[in-house]
Structure formats: C-alpha cells, structure tokens
C-alpha cells in the first residue's frame, strides 16, 4: 500500500512496524467525529476560497459514502495506513480523485487526532453523565424505599452508632454527585477546538478557525497551536474523574460484599445479578460488585499510565501521545457497563431490615446515646462517657444489653438517670435525635431526599 507521506522515502515500511505503530485497531471508533471534522474542515476551506466549492462537495459526497460502508461494515480498515485519518483520506482520494487530495490542506494529523478525540470525549463525557444521573437515582429510589431502616453504623467497622439506611445509601448519592459535576469539567475542557493547529504552528492559509468550531458545535478554540496539538489535559481528567466514580463505586461494592456475606446478611442481591459455582452447589457470589472492585484498579492504572506517558514530553506532538486512546477507550467501556450494571443491581437488591435492626439491638452502639442524656441531664461530657463506659462494662460481664438493665442497675452509675432512659436508647430514637444538619434522623433524611430529587433535576 502506498504511504500518503510515501515521498521523501526510498523503501517501504517494514511490515512489523507499519504494525507496531498503527493504531487503526483502537481508533477506528472515532471514524464519526473524523468525518464529521473533515467536512467541517473542508466546508470552511471553500468558503475561505482556499479550495474551490466543487471540490468540496466532492469531498462532502466521498465522506459521506464512506460512512455509510463504514457503518454498513463494507470498509475494510488497512493496517498500513496507520490510523483511521489516513485510512479515510486514502479511500476518499480513491473514489473521488484530486479533490480528495486537497482535504487535508492546512491541516495535519496533529490537530487532526486531537480534533477527533476531543469530538469523541465530548460525546462520551454526555453519555456517561446520563449513566451518573441514573446510578444517582437509583441510589436515591432504594434510600426512599427502605427509608425507615436502621442499620449500625460503622468506624473501623466497628459498630458505633445507628444510622438509616437511606442515610448510608445517600453519602453515596453525594459522591455520586460530585463524580457528575467534575465530569461537566472534563466536558468544559473537551469542548475547546484544536483544528488549525496545523503540525504545531498555526499555516499559511487564510483559515477560518471559528467556522469550524460554529460547525461542530464548540464553545472555544484552542489560541496556542502548540497547546492546541499536544494537549491531553482533557482526557488526564477524564481519566481522574473516572478513578475518582470508580473508588466510589468501589467502597459500596467492598460494603454489598460484606453485607451480603452469611455473617453480615444485611441485604439479597437479585439472583439475575450474581452467579454461582462450579463446585459448591449451594454458592451465590457477588461477582458484579467483586468485578467493579477490581476493575477500578485497572481504572485507576489508565491514569498513572497516561500521567506517566505526558510527564517528559518536550513539545508540541509526539508519536507517544497515540498512546493516550487504548486506556482512554478502555475506561469510557468500563465506566459505563460498571454504572449500568450497578444502577440494576442497586435497584434489585433486597435489604433484610430485621437483621440489620437485631445487629443494633445486640450491640452496644447506643453508648454515646447514653452519656448523651445524662450530658442534657447536667453531666459534663467527659464524666458521661466515663459512666456509660461503666455499664458498658458492666453489661458485659453480666452478658446483658443496655435495653436489659433496669433503672436500679442505671443508677448505680449515676443518680440522673430516670424512667425515660430506656426510651432514649432505643434505636429508633437514637437515630430520630440525630436531627443535626446533615445527620441520620429521618427529618434530615427526608431533607437530604428532597435535596437530592431538586439537584438531580438540574443535572
Ligand atoms: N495516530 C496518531 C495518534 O493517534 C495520529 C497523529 C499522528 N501524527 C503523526 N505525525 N505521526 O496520535
């Protein structure tokens, strides 16, 4: 096959290196946006009257053809034409002649790729948000139908003190939340347009920058053509934003493994979302959780690899910048199946309010409850928290409760208690007192519900 750079060179490329350094197998994907930023380009080279206009509707006419084969899998993507821009301006130049040859005046590859994956991130960035918003209400659907659950609340998962479920599944959604705000930065950053560029300095040509960027609809154009051309900051947030949802989605799948263990049993996780073992008959494995935990790591290696990659690069391009799409396309695939799969699974799963309500009443996580009330009883803190370690203690060697006690037991820690304190540390009010700002009660709850249904609507 015949290089368009073929000119200067004497040999042809040797066949192990027109495929080492090809990079067709992953960039065909942007074979849209590379359309889409030609006939862009070659519109506004008419209208600058640096191509005449039948050449580019000749171009437009080729393009066009060439995504329909494309879409109807009637393309046939050749390795030693490197990537997907030369493997289309080759094919155009086939069918349409010396038109074709003149698309890519003023214009380089350099700001070509960079054109097609700032189009491509834009247009995922969009898609994945859609997918954040629905993992967020899902989160917020199961915090609305187990809204009176309570649950032990955990540090150092060490039962501490009893929360609502809802509560649990909406810090969540809060994360959820800033994982789509920081994706509508990734979006700002994508949505600046490099073509113009040329290789790294700008071109000769009279070139209308602007009627390019008007055409593919972006908010701004790059005004450094050496930034223009090796600028991966764009993606390097993509790529933290993902490791960042990902973490996130990480901590609740250790949890939903965890709570669906026989010695948690918290919740049931759908039978359609979980599989079994080829050995153990009576096995039901979380795999979906363990797989979203695992692929994080994988997640968060894209970015060290594409930190890594652009640390000690001089500018403008280089050839080790192709290496930003293989981890940039694995992680748009594994962000979204993850969410997708996540959203489901969220929805479907079973919470066994009993069990989780026996594991606070069989606990002692209403401790602080106690030293609270002899606190609004006049104690200072520090004594309360020595008094309610005392029964504690106390309780354990008598292997009681702190429900069990009667009040001649309370007593012989302090005076101050009285009748109602046994009201006081039932789980129901230990959580209805939490009525701080941003705490567990189920009037802070329910606020953080209705908050969260109002963001969601402007998201
Ligand atoms: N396939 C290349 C990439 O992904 C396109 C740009 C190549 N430019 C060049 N001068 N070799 O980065």
Redesign the pocket.
Known sequence: MGKLWGGRFSKTTDEMINEFQA?IQF?KRMYQEDIAGSIAHATMLAKCGIIPESDTKAIIDGLQGILADIEAGNFSFDVAL??I?MNIEKRLTDRIGEAGGRLHTAR???D??ALDTHMYVRKETANIAKLVLDMEKALVEVAEKYSDAIMPGYTHLQRAQPILFAHHMLAYFSMLNRDFSRLKGVYERADIMPLGAG?LAGTTFPIDRQLVAEQLNFGAVYNNSLDAVSDRDYILEFLSFASIMMMHLSRISEEIILWCSREFSFIELDDAHCTGSSMMPQKKNPDVSELVRGKTGRVIGHLMAMLTTAKGLPLA?N?D??ED?EGLFDTIDTVKFSLSVYSAMIRAMRVNQELMLKAVREDFSNATDLADYLVKKGLPFRQAHEVSGKSVHYCIEQKKWLMDLTLEEFKQFSPLFEEDILEEIKPETCVANRNSFGGTSYQQVELQIKTAKEIMKNQ
């Open positions: 990079s960039d490197e990537d821009h380089s590859r350099n070509q790729v290789a391009y050839k910048l192709q799409k």
